[in-house]
């Protein structure tokens, strides 16, 4: 499986942004994916991730409320819609893929990784 992520940008604060994540090489509609991000000398951070299905999603708590994960299996691509952005969510965010488990926060149960792309929130 191939991922490439887009739609990072600049923003001010309190903006929004969508990112999407399109897949390709494989069926895309058995595996899990998630978005992770990584800040400038900070380790990569998990921030959601969504099952197979599109049932079931889980954030982490920085992001709970302002962000949401989806997925158009149809498109091989997933989304990640980013509102009420801050300033500390500055980073590039990376998708991912996996299989076996029905979603993971964890980066090392993820078998495919794309470029990431880079968000930068101005206060």
């Known amino acids: 499986v191939q991922l490439q992520a887009s739609g990072g940008g600049l923003v001010q604060a309190g903006g929004s942004l969508r990112l999407s994540c399109a897949a390709s090489?494989?069926?895309?509609?058995?595996?899990?994916m998630g978005w992770f991000r990584q800040a400038p000398g900070k380790e990569r951070e998990f921030v959601a991730t969504?099952?197979?299905?599109?049932?079931?999603?889980l954030y982490a708590d920085s992001v709970k409320g302002r962000f949401t994960i989806s997925r158009d299996n149809a498109k091989n691509t997933v989304y990640l819609q980013m509102n009420s952005l801050k300033p500390e969510d500055t980073a590039v965010y990376f998708c991912?893929?996996?299989?076996?488990?029905?979603?993971?926060?964890?980066?090392?149960?993820?078998?495919?990784w794309g470029q990431g792309t880079l968000v930068t929130v101005s206060s």
């Open positions: 991912g893929s996996g299989t076996n488990r029905r979603y993971s926060v964890n980066d090392y149960e993820y078998d495919y």
């Open positions: 090489g494989r069926t895309f509609s058995g595996y899990f």
């Open positions: 969504i099952s197979w299905s599109g049932y079931s999603t």
